[in-house]
């Protein structure tokens, strides 16, 4: 089996050598993503040897592990999701929505993958671009599209159109427009509705609306939505999973589903639902302390 490799620079010297302990042991064909191999051989001296850098532009492998967070995992998924190659997420990072295997069963989880007992859930992308070609690379989106004020006081207002119809005109810090995978990430934590992998929509979020009746609002993923920015400072930002771009406020940016999707391994006894147990604690009773 061929594995590549991508990672973030915030890994301890045990759990990398036990990632490459694992892979070497069960005699996988390892492929390493060049910036994660000079971080692990300048602070680890972990050499290639048999291993090979990953060519992102002629690169296929059957699987590929992001080691780290949900940030990498993002990253991980800018560079390989349209080549159509499931990933893995090893989480050491904090809460991993994304990366969901931690490094407790992460031997019992490779094991499986390498003995295919695992299924792979397809998550839909967002594509942004704008009319005057302004953004052209990376443009594809698993979390969400974000249009955020460049500074601290002025507020955009946000004109927005779905399938040609005017919507609203927001006025507010910024809009998030989120997959159901990113409805777990930003706009959670403005909001908007958690939605469940497979749920073919799209949330829109305003960040700190001007006024309260401004709501979050799910469309179907089919909808095509046209966005025109006014800015005191006729600039705004558009953060495409956390990759930030500072825009002119002439720029009109044009968000719809992507044409292809992105491959996520899910061990066969994970579910969307217990990952949302866990990792909200659903269900726990966190007040301490005694009754009574």
């Not at 972990?46 to 992102?56: A, K, R």
Request: net charge negative; proline share 3%; charged share 20%.
């Amino acid at each position: 089996m061929k594995i590549g490799i991508f990672g973030s620079r915030f890994q301890t010297e045990e759990q990398i050598r036990e990632i490459f302990r694992i892979l070497n042991e069960h005699e996988m064909e390892i492929y390493i993503h060049p910036e994660f191999y000079e971080y692990i051989h300048t602070n680890f001296q972990i050499n290639c040897q048999s291993h090979q850098l990953i060519d992102v532009e002629n690169f296929s492998a059957d699987i590929a592990l992001s080691v780290g967070g949900d940030g990498t995992f993002l990253r991980t998924a800018s560079i390989i999701s349209h080549l159509n190659i499931p990933i893995l997420g090893i989480n050491t990072g904090r809460l991993g929505f994304l990366a969901e295997t931690n490094e407790h069963d992460l031997e019992q989880t490779l094991a499986e993958i390498f003995s295919g007992e695992y299924s792979v859930e397809k998550r839909m992308l967002l594509e942004v671009v704008s009319e005057n070609g302004l953004i052209d690379d990376n443009r594809f989106a698993l979390n969400e599209i974000a249009i955020l004020k460049q500074d601290s006081a002025a507020m955009l207002t946000i004109h927005a159109e779905i399938n040609g119809e005017y919507l609203n005109s927001y006025q507010s810090d910024g809009l998030i427009v989120a997959t159901p995978t990113g409805s777990t990430a930003y706009s959670l934590s403005v909001g908007g509705p958690i939605l469940a992998p497979g749920t073919e929509s799209i949330i829109l979020a305003p960040i700190a609306p001007h006024s309260l009746n401004v709501r979050p609002l799910v469309v179907s993923d089919t909808s095509h939505l046209r966005l025109t920015i006014e800015s005191r400072n006729n600039n705004f930002l558009a953060s495409i999973d956390g990759r930030s771009t500072v825009l002119n406020s002439e720029v009109i940016v044009n968000i719809k589903k992507a044409d292809f999707s992105l491959n996520v391994i899910k061990r066969k006894n994970n579910s969307f639902y217990r990952t949302l147990r866990e990792k909200l604690m659903w269900g726990a009773d966190v007040r301490g302390g005694k009754n009574g």
